[in-house]
């Protein structure tokens, strides 16, 4: 057990826009092992979205099974939280996002969770490209079952018990980028500096947003031989910087001349890519693809914003919806009344 | 040779071949007799494929408004040469047989009991039109045209439908009358026409037809209706025969009825999801999230659906679950009918789960429940089973006009909303303040500090914090008895009917009828004629489940009791006996499980059977003897 | 102040923090008393998580042999701060309460009528041990050493058991058995030892547990071990709490006994599935393909399962199903023990379908059931499942030793082979040669020419032709239910026992009880129970549906039948009125269905009130009585 | 209905070198609409395993639910077959060649049956690399429940009643050549000369061999704005031809010097490919995405074989399973017996 605990006094009091504090942003008590990976992401969340001043109660918070998927309970007291059934968070978050469209919807899952029984259900919650934020805390084992290798365990990954995992592991970040989500991003759990303005990011983004966590299983997965573990993706992370800065406030850093890309997302806000040379393209699908199969090959996980489109059309828009929540209409809106229905009994005779 | 006679009362039946355009063609037959005041139902039996498989459409008139099958065929009109075989067998003795004379009848298919009239289809089609497509398209007409002739039907009833039909197109009407006239003079010319069963305009339908206004229309039409008029704003859904229709006409009367006037944006969202799992997924995040939400499915899609059916269960998330039933099991026969997704729907899932289903047995009850259903499923925050099945659903039936209270409210059921949270004192989301089972939900979004909790499939106290503990799963299960306990106080009541006066009984058992959905119809008619031949028999339809406590006290208070369904293993009185602990001797089945659907005659053959067997008398003690 | 006493009757549970290794050492306790030769039955009772939360286990010893939970705790080892309050309020009158007193026992916690014994078992491990690990490892040694001063167990059975565990690492032996001695010492120094409740070697036990040897252990291993002996090949799962266990067993014992001695290779294939659906599938494939599959799996997979399970039905496919159970419906408690998957695995899937079901009581019959029941599938053609539960499958249990026949050979039920198919007159798949509703079956690639058939999940014909013909379709489906009588010959039969004589009866109602799984072991001690109080009840352990025809016998011949399970609805009892036409009225529940095991008191408590209350007096006709 | 005729009496008289004639291979007759691009399917497949000269009764075929699930009744009739349910066949055939590694499995789906219900299912069955040869009857369409568009429905494809499909289309060669497929092709149904050899060479291929073939719905998916009909496929296809010669048998066609590149299977067969000036390579996975997208983008459907990993490593290798087929297993090689269980039992006390 583990508790998100603040490393100072001080940022806790600290206000946002809205007047809120960050204690305002958290959850219940972690009931996770000490050390999991997990709490670390559930504290980016509650960060990011105090930075962002998000009024906590326009959140609706889904996962589905699994410890990742525990994690909804550990921010975000003031939101309500659906944890479903395991591997099916996609559709009851599409059904969630098309009842309501003026809340932030933050999904979360695990390795288990999406790559495997979820799998069909993420493809097509991708091919929807329903306004969310997605983050699957991947850890290549299933934790709450005790540590099965998961479809993200790496090819050669050696289990606690020693087996080897003869199986390509499933590369979640690819594989959105190739079905054509409209937003991809990768990180690492102990990397708060990226993981917070990536999340913020995936949050103002109009679209699916999906962000692919390296999330280490202490308890299951954290041992040499293993892919995920600490020390492993510590040692091969290939970071590129990144900043998030909303609409209307203003750059609180400065970066060396040259060496800061910017992507401007729908609604204003700005994003900052702070890697010069890399050349790297964040509206490039194939490129994007190629960048990461080239990091595998010499060994380095390629983390930050890996693609993004930021003229992405969501479900709603595709679908031609109301701007006012559909839950939000009554009766008069919905009802087409008695004189209808007459002249429908009439076509009938 | 015997000439079977009737006005008003006789079965039709076309063969033909699928993919051929037969079906509009068939329609018009049907409808036109409607038209004409005369009760009429259509039956569509068609195979599990595109095209060019054999298709049948059996039309029975029943002066009497008889609506279920009755059995047996007076008038076959065959023109799909791969199963005329099976088709002349299937006349009744005495019956007729049109058939396409362009190539002559086989020997063997000649029998010395039944009339034949041979009418040269296709010839007189490829004389009379250039293209091929046309050929076939109007041959369905001609016959039309010449069933005119046999059996009366008024010609200017025809063309109006045609007109109708085609508005504005004026070339097609003139050629489609062209067709009608081409075989109603061939059948005039060559036949003694009208025969002896024919139609007779107001003719001697039963009084509940004549005072009546009808309506023809199928049951997943009206369903679509009732969800649009029920509110319903969320549709998700996976194709499957045969409940694909329910959400087709969703879409089209909401591209209608639901588009905002002001930006001409739409005010309902259909996602056909990648499959049933995904499709009820839709649904209950939509509804947990405050929109009135459902699927439509069949058997297959049922199944799938089990583990969320049992999520909404117990996580009380409002949903709306419209199952049109086909033959089971697997894939089964997917266009065949049949009410044999009873028990996997009355106890969807694993773990103790009981579900509310509603049973309707008309067009308007389609339209009538499913609009209910939201309400329902908002009002007890579980999930709502519309039991409909192919035959109600996808065949054309006379209704009586849907109708709609202009000062209907939705009942939201329990959701507080932000002021109502600031003046309730304690709020916890599964506290059962008033006693019913049923407690207060809130909604995402409604308000800054209260009312947030947490949803979730696993067992939780009353405050929604998530729990272990055997004290607070077993406060939360016995809850959801008590709930379903309330249901009965909100779902549709069963129908009686006064008993039909008979005069000479011949038993002094008192004698029930318990049936459902589509078995209804047939029910009545079979207990019409059982009636006749001294057999009373009171009847009581089935509405909805959790059952109400009148059907107790019907089953009490008669010695036997029939439970008319079908499906194989009696599943409605598997549910009876379950759940109103019911001696199950008291309680007969009467089965029919082919796929097409159970007739009057076969309803009361059982029962007759049943009633004269030496079983029934040894087993059944009459309540109203002395013996006990 | 009272003291509870009894020599190997009681009830230790210890009060932990999951995830500090406690589970080895409160093992290590109940292997200690097994191996003493004194009846025990450990649980382990654990929450959905993996670290820091409160997990307990509870053992309880019995002479007599009784191995269900008693309910009540007697002696309490409580080294969890989290959840001692209520580990405090559990404790019986009189009885002992064993705590870390590092930290002074907060006032509130204090009883007055029980016994405190206060031990600083994390002061004794800081001082005694370097690094915290070992620290939090050996205090779990150290109260199973203060418990062996405390309940007067053999010390050297105690280091045996280290040394089997530890083989070859002595220093892992000797610090732990340098833990144990600074336990045990403590408690002897500070305390009288023993306590009046203690362990004495060959005590009074019961007949039946002194005559016979036994072993200790799990249902889901010995399900493992079933399979392997029943020639299981194809294993495919999805994890899931509590029937991962199932298929790691097999693996390792597949991993030890199933390499090709030749190639090293294996004659075996375990495939972790994507989920639920696919691992079924993989089993249904593997046995469609002639080999013995399998798949375990719980709750939310069985729901998952049903489409399968309906297509398995319907094609006729061998496949077996290890079921177990946990706490529905939806996610519930998975790591509690419920038996309410009944209904939803004898109708799984939508249509009408029966499923065969097996139900063991111990792990004896685990390995048993599991090894018949690819014998069954594979005869009958359909699939089987194993309903075990957590409690069962999860804990260890006293069994009798697992036995083989070397004879045995394997039913592979009616597959033809080439030479079979050549001599074979006319072969249809689904031809009732035999009249038991059985067919004979081919496999892909046994004769160049004979025997290749589709298999589907729709209708078909004899021939395996696929057909919509209703009349092919009724004789398919009444063939199916014909196949589910015939089950009957096959499955396990039901149990009795000689009834216990009752001096004084208090009544002259005919009493029966009906049970099955892990509700048979407290049933059996509730019913002595109830023999001494005047209440004579004979028994009967159901072991497989369909039932067997002297169930019927059983039930018709007693006037009041209790049906002891451990679900919210009662569904075993609902089956057997669904299936053996029962009068309701005649079976009474007795329910518990918080999550842990059902207690002999619970039953015993339910059955007197309800042979007490007027209801039963007034409701229950006695069979033997004149008055009918 | 349609049945699969000859279009010369003579090849149907012509012996293969098992002595089996081409009816051999035949199936019932087929009950799809005439004209439907299945059809061409199964008699590419009936060929396919005739000029191979596989024994028909060696073969078994599976399949889900659809009209191009139905096609296995209409070809090799001497095959057993199983028509399973809807999306789930992946899991069926992995069981099936478990149980007995020395049958060639065929598999046939639709864009329903795998794109949608099946996606979860077909892309674990690629990451498990099952020995078997997988074919998508791909028509955009749902043709057994009559046309609505499946998730290989092109975006801004227009269905029969005039929609406009909002949605990307998924691209199963692509997805299958990211997820680690180790053999992708690509055809049309109405280029018979391609698929065929592609068809032999699948079946020859040690592994998950997956073929995308563009099969129209003549009647609910064959209309202009379709972009799955006949005329626009033909208009857009760019095949790549390729040949297939099995193990010691020797080539029967001459090529133009340096037109031709060839791969040889694990099995001694060869394929060649003839493109010359292409340059493609097929064992390069990031090439053979490029040159899709490529082709994607010049509105060209390239065709032919994809992706090939010769050195592939199918399921049964992978779990080391035993070369003698499971389901001949008996009581010797399964039942360890009673003194093992005796142990086992000591173990226990
Ligand atoms: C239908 C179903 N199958 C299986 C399970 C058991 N189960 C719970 S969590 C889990 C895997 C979780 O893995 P992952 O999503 O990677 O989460 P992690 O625990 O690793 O964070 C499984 C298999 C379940 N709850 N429901
Ligand atoms: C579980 C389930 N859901 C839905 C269906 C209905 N259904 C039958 S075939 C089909 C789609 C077939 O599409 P595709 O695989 O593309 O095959 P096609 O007919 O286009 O060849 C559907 C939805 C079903 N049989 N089972
Ligand atoms: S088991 Fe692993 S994933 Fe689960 S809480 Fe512990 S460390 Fe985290
Ligand atoms: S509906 Fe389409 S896919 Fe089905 S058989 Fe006809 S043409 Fe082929
Ligand atoms: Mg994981
Ligand atoms: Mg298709």
Redesign the pocket.
């Known amino acids: 057990m583990s508790y998100i605990k603040p490393k100072f006094r001080h940022p806790r009091l600290q206000k946002n826009a809205l007047g809120f504090t960050v204690a305002d942003y958290d959850g219940a008590i972690s009931t996770l092992c000490a050390g999991c990976g997990?709490d670390s992401i559930s504290a980016a969340i509650r960060n990011a979205c105090f930075e962002s001043a998000i009024p906590p109660h326009r959140i609706a918070k889904v996962s589905g099974?699994?410890?990742?998927?525990k994690m909804p309970t550990y921010f975000l007291g003031k939101s309500h939280g659906f944890n479903s059934?395991?591997g099916r968070m996609p559709s009851v978050a599409t059904g969630a996002s098309l009842a309501n469209r003026a809340l932030t919807y933050i999904g979360v899952?695990?390795?288990?969770?999406t790559a495997s029984?979820g799998m069909g259900q993420f493809i097509h919650l991708i091919r929807r490209n329903v306004n969310m934020t997605y983050i699957v805390?991947n850890?290549g084992?299933?934790?709450?079952?005790k540590g099965q290798d998961?479809a993200t365990a790496d090819l050669g990954s050696v289990a606690k018990g020693g087996a080897v995992n003869p199986f390509d592991g499933i590369d979640l970040a690819s594989l959105a980028i190739l079905q054509g989500a409209s937003f991809v991003g990768r990180s690492f759990s102990g990397d708060k500096e990226q993981l917070e303005p990536l999340i913020r990011a995936a949050m103002a983004h109009n679209g699916f947003a999906f962000i692919d966590v390296v999330s280490p299983?202490v308890t299951f997965n954290n041992h040499t031989g293993s892919t995920k573990s600490y020390s492993n993706t510590r040692e091969h992370l290939e970071p590129m910087a990144l900043d998030f800065v909303p609409m209307r406030e203003e750059i609180r850093t400065q970066y060396a001349e040259g060496s800061t890309q910017s992507v401007t997302l729908h609604d204003g806000s700005v994003i900052h890519l702070h890697k010069a040379d890399s050349g790297y393209k964040t509206d490039d699908r194939m490129g994007a693809l190629n960048a990461i199969q080239s990091g595998n090959d010499a060994d380095r996980i390629l983390t930050g914003l890996l693609y993004l489109d930021p003229n992405s059309k969501d479900l709603n828009t595709n679908l031609n919806l109301a701007t006012r929540p559909l839950n939000e209409l009554g009766r008069r809106e919905l009802c087409p009344g008695s004189k209808v229905l007459d002249s429908i009994n009439e076509g009938l005779r | 040779m015997k000439k079977i006679k009737g006005i008003n009362d006789f079965v039709v039946k076309f063969a033909n071949v699928n993919g051929t355009g037969s079906a509009s063609a068939n329609h018009l037959f049907a409808k036109a007799i409607f038209r004409m005041g005369i009760p009429v139902s259509p039956r569509n039996i068609f195979p599990s494929n595109i095209q060019g498989l054999p298709t049948w459409y059996e039309v029975r008139v029943s002066a009497k408004g008889y609506l279920g099958r009755r059995g047996g065929v007076d008038l076959m009109v065959c023109v799909n040469p791969q199963s005329m075989e099976k088709d002349v067998a299937s006349v009744e003795p005495g019956g007729y047989f049109v058939y396409d004379s362009t190539k002559p009848l086989a020997p063997h298919l000649k029998r010395d009991d039944i009339h034949y009239f041979g009418i040269p289809f296709t010839q007189m089609c490829m004389r009379e039109y250039p293209n091929p497509r046309l050929q076939q398209l109007l041959k369905n007409v001609v016959y039309v045209g010449a069933l005119a002739a046999f059996l009366d039907i008024d010609f200017s009833v025809l063309k109006g439908l045609l007109n109708d039909q085609f508005k504005g197109k004026e070339r097609l009407i003139s050629s489609n009358v062209h067709a009608l006239e081409m075989g109603y003079h061939y059948a005039r010319d060559h036949f003694k026409c009208p025969l002896p069963i024919r139609l007779k305009k107001g003719g001697n339908s039963a009084p509940h037809i004549r005072e009546s206004e009808h309506i023809l229309m199928n049951g997943n039409t009206a369903a679509a209706l009732g969800a649009i008029y029920g509110g319903a704003t969320v549709a998700a859904w996976y194709p499957i025969t045969p409940s694909t229709s329910v959400v087709d006409a969703f879409s089209q009367y909401a591209e209608r009825m639901r588009i905002d006037p002001g930006s001409g944006k739409r005010n309902f969202a259909v996602v056909q999801a990648e499959d049933e799992l995904a499709a009820i997924g839709v649904a209950i995040g939509a509804g947990w999230n405050g929109v009135r939400a459902f699927t439509a499915t069949s058997g297959p899609g049922l199944s799938l659906m089990s583990?969320f059916l049992g999520l909404a269960y117990f996580a009380e998330i409002p949903v709306v679950l419209i199952d049109v039933q086909r033959s089971g099991p697997s894939t089964g026969m997917p266009t065949r009918s049949q009410q044999s997704d009873i028990l996997a729907a009355a106890y969807a899932s694993h773990g103790d789960t009981k579900q509310v289903l509603l049973f309707p047995a008309t067009p308007r009850e389609c339209f009538d429940m499913t609009a209910d259903a939201f309400d329902l499923t908002e009002r007890l925050q579980t999930p709502v089973i519309l039991m409909s099945d192919l035959d109600l659903g996808m065949n054309d039936w006379m209704s009586p006009p849907l109708e709609w209270d202009d000062d209907y409210q939705m009942d939201r059921g329990k959701v507080l909303d932000a002021q109502q949270l600031d003046e309730v004192e304690k709020w916890g989301r599964y506290l059962d303040v008033d006693g019913d089972g049923i407690c207060y939900r809130t909604l995402p979004g409604t308000h800054p500090d209260k009312g947030a909790y947490f949803t979730r499939g696993s067992s939780k106290n009353e405050m929604a914090v998530y729990s272990e503990s055997g004290d607070d799963y077993v406060q939360n299960v016995d809850r959801l008895l008590r709930k379903f306990e309330t249901a009965k106080k909100y779902v549709p009541r069963p129908k009686t009917h006064d008993p039909i006066p008979v005069k000479n009984p011949k038993t002094d058992l008192k004698l029930g009828a318990l049936f459902f959905g589509t078995s209804a119809s047939p029910s009545y008619e079979a207990v019409e004629m059982l009636a006749k031949e001294g057999y009373p028999i009171d009847t009581m339809r089935i509405r909805a489940f959790p059952f109400h406590a009148s059907m107790d006290a019907f089953i009490h208070s008669h010695d036997l009791v029939f439970v008319i369904e079908q499906n194989r293993d009696g599943q409605m009185r598997r549910l009876i006996i379950n759940e109103c602990e019911i001696p199950p001797g008291k309680l007969v089945s009467v089965l029919n499980y082919s796929g097409t659907p159970i007739t009057a005659r076969k309803i009361a053959r059982i029962i007759r059977e049943t009633l004269q067997s030496d079983d029934a008398k040894a087993n059944v003690v009459p309540l109203h003897s002395e013996t006990v």
């Not at chain 1, 099974?65 to 998927?69: A, E, L, R, T, V």
């Not at chain 1, 899952?109 to 969770?113: A, E, H, K, M, R």
């Not at chain 1, 084992?141 to 079952?145: A, K, W």
Request: aromatic letters at 4%; hydrophobic letters at 20%.
């Open positions: 997990h099974i699994g410890c990742s998927s059934v395991h899952s695990g390795d288990g969770d029984i805390a850890n084992c299933y934790g709450l079952t998961s299983c | 583990e």
